[in-house]
C-alpha cells in the first residue's frame, strides 16, 4: 500500500472515505471501524447520491415518477440521523423531526451540494460513508465524484459463497434480491440466485474504478482484512494518509462508540444493517473463506459457483 498523491486534490478540498461493495460485504462493520479514526467521521447510510435533487430523496420517486424502491423510507433514516446528531447535537424523536424540515427546506438543491455542506459541518475531520444502492447505476457513482474529485474508495470484497449464504439468511434480504432481479430463469422455474448480485455488483464497482487513477482506490479483501487487524488497519491508515499511531488504531477498534452505533428514535431506527446495530462490537479472530469449488447450500441441485463467478473471485484474490 503506498500513500494517495492526486495532483488536483488541495489541501482544502474534501476527501471523504467511500466503501464500495456489495451487501453483506461486512460493510457495516469496516464502515464504522474506519469511521471511528480521530480524523474521519463516519455515517450512517445516507443513499444522498441516487438521487439528483433534495426534492427527490423526500419523495422517494424518480424523475420518471417512478419509486426509487419499496424500502426508500427507510433509506433516509441514515440521512435523518446524521442531520440530527451534526445540527442537535443528539438523536431523538424531535431532533429527527428538525431534521425532517432541514432537508425540506433545501429541496431545490441538488445531493451533490448537501453532501458538500455535510463535509463543510464536519471539518477537518472527513466523512466515511457506504450506501450500497448506490453501486446500481453508474451514474450514481459518478455523483459522488462531482461532489468531490478527490474522494478516496475502498473496493470491500467478500467470498462470493459466504456473501450470497449471509444474503439469504440476512432480514430482508429476499426481498433486496428480487428488487434487483437477481433469479435464474433458465431452469424449469425461476429461483433465486444471490451470486448473480455478487458478480454484476463487482462488475459495476470495476467500471467504476476503471476510470479513476489507481492511486484513488484499493481493493481489500474483508476476510484477510478483518483476521489480521494488527496489520491491515495500520496500513490502511498509511494508504489513507492519517495517522497510525496506537491511540489512532484504538479507536478504530471500538466501532461501537459511534454515536451512529445503535438504533436511533422511533421515526428513524435504523440507517444500517439491523444486526450490526443491535450488536456493534468488533469480535476479533479468524474470518473464514470457503473454498470457491463448494456445494451452494440455497441450490436444489447443489452445484458449485458460475464459472464466471469463480473467474472474477480469483481476479479479486479468492
Known amino acids: 500500500m503506498s500513500e494517495i498523491a492526486i495532483a488536483d486534490a488541495g489541501p482544502d478540498m474534501a476527501r471523504p472515505v467511500f466503501i464500495l461493495a456489495?451487501?453483506?460485504?461486512?460493510?457495516?462493520?469496516?464502515?464504522?471501524?474506519?469511521g471511528q479514526h480521530p480524523e474521519l467521521y463516519g455515517v450512517p447510510e445516507l443513499n444522498l447520491f441516487q438521487c439528483e435533487t433534495i426534492a427527490e430523496f423526500n419523495s422517494g420517486q424518480g424523475a420518471d415518477g417512478r419509486k426509487k424502491s419499496p424500502y426508500w423510507a427507510a433509506?433516509?433514516?441514515?440521512?435523518?440521523?446524521?442531520?440530527?446528531?451534526?445540527?442537535?447535537?443528539?438523536?431523538?424523536?424531535?431532533?429527527?423531526?428538525?431534521?425532517?424540515?432541514?432537508?425540506?427546506?433545501?429541496?431545490?438543491?441538488?445531493?451533490?451540494?448537501?453532501?458538500?455542506?455535510?463535509?463543510?459541518?464536519?471539518?477537518?475531520?472527513?466523512?466515511?460513508?457506504?450506501s450500497p444502492a448506490v453501486l446500481?447505476?453508474?451514474?450514481?457513482?459518478?455523483?459522488?465524484?462531482e461532489?468531490?474529485?478527490?474522494?478516496?474508495?475502498?473496493?470491500?470484497?467478500?467470498?462470493?459463497?459466504?456473501?450470497?449464504?449471509?444474503?439469504?439468511?440476512?432480514?430482508?434480504?429476499?426481498?433486496?434480491?428480487?428488487?434487483?432481479?437477481?433469479?435464474?430463469?433458465?431452469?424449469?422455474?425461476a429461483a433465486l440466485e444471490p451470486q448473480i448480485m455478487w458478480h454484476?455488483?463487482?462488475?459495476?464497482?470495476?467500471?467504476?474504478?476503471?476510470s479513476l487513477p489507481d492511486e484513488q482506490f484499493i481493493t481489500i479483501r474483508g476476510e484477510a482484512f478483518l483476521s489480521n487487524l494488527d496489520d491491515s488497519l495500520p496500513a490502511l491508515c498509511r494508504w489513507l494518509g492519517i495517522s497510525d499511531a496506537p491511540e489512532a488504531i484504538a479507536a478504530m477498534r471500538r466501532p461501537e462508540d459511534s454515536a451512529y452505533s445503535n438504533i436511533g428514535p422511533s421515526n428513524a431506527p435504523l440507517g444500517n444493517d439491523v444486526n450490526f446495530l443491535n450488536a456493534p462490537a468488533l469480535r476479533e479472530g479468524n474470518v473464514k473463506s470457503p473454498p470457491l469449488d463448494s456445494?451452494?447450500?440455497?441450490?436444489?441441485?447443489?452445484?458449485?459457483?458460475h464459472p464466471r463467478v469463480v473467474a472474477l473471485a480469483e481476479a479479486l484474490g479468492y
Open 75 to 130: 433509506m433516509r433514516h441514515g440521512l435523518l440521523r446524521t442531520v440530527a446528531e451534526l445540527y442537535s447535537g443528539e438523536q431523538t424523536v424531535q431532533s429527527v423531526a428538525m431534521a425532517e424540515r432541514w432537508l425540506k427546506a433545501r429541496e431545490s438543491q441538488s445531493a451533490v451540494e448537501v453532501f458538500r455542506e455535510l463535509c463543510a459541518k464536519v471539518a477537518p475531520l472527513q466523512i466515511v460513508e457506504k
Open 200 to 210: 454484476d455488483t463487482q462488475v459495476q464497482i470495476l467500471r467504476f474504478l476503471d
Open 136 to 145: 446500481r447505476k453508474q451514474e450514481y457513482m459518478q455523483r459522488i465524484l
Open 295 to 305: 456445494a451452494l447450500p440455497w441450490r436444489e441441485d447443489r452445484a458449485p459457483l
Open 22 to 34: 456489495a451487501p453483506r460485504s461486512f460493510t457495516s462493520l469496516v464502515a464504522a471501524m474506519i
Open 147 to 189: 461532489a468531490c474529485p478527490g474522494a478516496r474508495f475502498i473496493h470491500l470484497v467478500r467470498n462470493p459463497v459466504s456473501q450470497c449464504k449471509s444474503v439469504l439468511n440476512a432480514k430482508g434480504g429476499v426481498g433486496v434480491l428480487l428488487a434487483i432481479n437477481s433469479v435464474d430463469h433458465r431452469g424449469a422455474k
